[in-house]
């Protein structure tokens, strides 16, 4: 046999053509359609073991073969999704008609094993009695299911709403809690570069937060009292303490946690010489802070 195409028999044939055309036409169309068909498509195809749900995210082409012409056909199943409970299969029947449209359904392996004659039939895959599903191979863009997952992966990341509170910047860093997940995504790099410094405004009371900037400059214009919040355990942290053109004010400062620890045992008196500063370093130990000065520069 040179072709899988069938010309009816005639009335004159030691055979009818009632007696042979139903048979041989249908193998002949499930020959033909069935031969080298592929399906392709470049989205993502994913199972859901636990609604026992089969889903495509783009649509899928089905390439077959018109069993009257011979030419190729394409059939097209939009994205979408199908609920196939346990042992069943799910399928889809293939038009000869170039551009139909297609959709997939499921039969009980019971049913498509008695009843069902698969002429044009695409078997998708098999659920079994644990909704585990079994698929036929597809052809799909790997490239694009990669790039996929890693968009997936990247949203999560910035959107889990049970534990990430702040908005992410460009140069924002993730923070993850025990299992993994991120927890703020609002600390920036440049708060880890230890090259950072921040200016503050000075008033009779502020505070010096070390969250935003390892090194904070205030330049005195009252006398004042700050608190000193922020900061990480085994950071260093620095403040420049600078009197404007007046000069003579005083700055007392706290922690709001625990007492600083100066070194010697008492905290220094600020440089009072206009235009002077004196710089305080700040060490964070345990949730302890433990501070020095350089004075009278």
């Given at each position: 046999?040179?072709?899988?195409?069938?010309?009816?028999?005639?009335?004159?044939?030691?055979?009818?053509?009632?007696?042979?055309?139903?048979?041989?036409?249908?193998?002949?169309?499930?020959?033909?359609?069935?031969?080298?068909?592929?399906?392709?498509?470049?989205?993502?195809?994913?199972?859901?073991?636990?609604?026992?749900?089969?889903?495509?995210?783009?649509?899928?082409?089905?390439?077959?073969?018109?069993?009257?012409?011979?030419?190729?056909?394409?059939?097209?199943?939009?994205?979408?999704?199908?609920?196939?409970?346990?042992?069943?299969?799910?399928?889809?029947?293939?038009?000869?008609?170039?551009?139909?449209?297609?959709?997939?359904?499921?039969?009980?392996?019971?049913?498509?094993?008695?009843?069902?004659?698969?002429?044009?039939?695409?078997?998708?895959?098999?659920?079994?009695?644990?909704?585990?599903?079994?698929?036929?191979?597809?052809?799909?863009?790997?490239?694009?299911?990669?790039?996929?997952?890693s968009t997936h992966t990247y949203a999560h990341q910035?959107?889990?709403?049970?534990?990430?509170?702040?908005?992410?910047?460009?140069?924002?860093?993730?923070?993850?809690?025990?299992?993994?997940?991120?927890?703020?995504?609002?600390?920036?790099?440049?708060?880890?570069?230890?090259?950072?410094?921040?200016?503050?405004?000075?008033?009779?009371?502020?505070?010096?937060?070390?969250?935003?900037?390892?090194?904070?400059?205030?330049?005195?214009?009252?006398?004042?009292?700050?608190?000193?919040?922020?900061?990480?355990?085994?950071?260093?942290?620095?403040?420049?303490?600078?009197?404007?053109?007046?000069?003579?004010?005083?700055?007392?400062?706290?922690?709001?946690?625990?007492?600083?620890?100066?070194?010697?045992?008492?905290?220094?008196?600020?440089?009072?010489?206009?235009?002077?500063?004196?710089?305080?370093?700040?060490?964070?130990?345990?949730?302890?802070?433990?501070?020095?000065?350089?004075?009278?520069?």
């Open positions: 046999m040179g072709s899988n195409y069938h010309s009816s028999f005639t009335t004159a044939s030691v055979f009818h053509s009632d007696d042979m055309n139903p048979p041989l036409s249908s193998l002949d169309a499930a020959i033909t359609i069935l031969k080298g068909s592929l399906m392709r498509g470049g989205g993502t195809i994913g199972w859901d073991s636990t609604a026992g749900t089969l889903s495509w995210s783009e649509a899928i082409d089905f390439i077959t073969h018109d069993p009257d012409s011979g030419k190729m056909a394409v059939n097209t199943m939009a994205s979408g999704s199908i609920t196939i409970p346990s042992s069943n299969m799910a399928y889809l029947d293939l038009s000869s008609v170039s551009g139909a449209t297609v959709s997939a359904t499921y039969v009980a392996f019971s049913t498509a094993s008695t009843s069902l004659i698969p002429t044009n039939r695409i078997i998708l895959g098999a659920v079994d009695t644990s909704l585990g599903f079994t698929p036929k191979n597809f052809s799909v863009n790997l490239s694009n299911i990669l790039n996929q997952a910035l959107n889990s709403s049970s534990v990430h509170t702040s908005t992410a910047g460009a140069s924002a860093i993730l923070i993850a809690d025990a299992n993994g997940l991120p927890i703020d995504s609002s600390r920036q790099l440049a708060e880890y570069s230890g090259a950072r410094e921040s200016s503050l405004t000075c008033a009779a009371t502020f505070t010096i937060d070390f969250s935003t900037a390892e090194t904070r400059f205030v330049s005195l214009t009252t006398n004042a009292s700050a608190i000193i919040t922020g900061g990480e355990n085994g950071h260093a942290y620095k403040l420049r303490v600078q009197q404007d053109a007046t000069g003579n004010w005083t700055l007392a400062l706290g922690a709001t946690a625990n007492s600083i620890r100066w070194e010697g045992g008492a905290a220094p008196t600020i440089t009072t010489a206009a235009t002077v500063s004196d710089w305080l370093t700040f060490r964070r130990s345990n949730g302890t802070w433990f501070a020095s000065a350089n004075q009278n520069f």
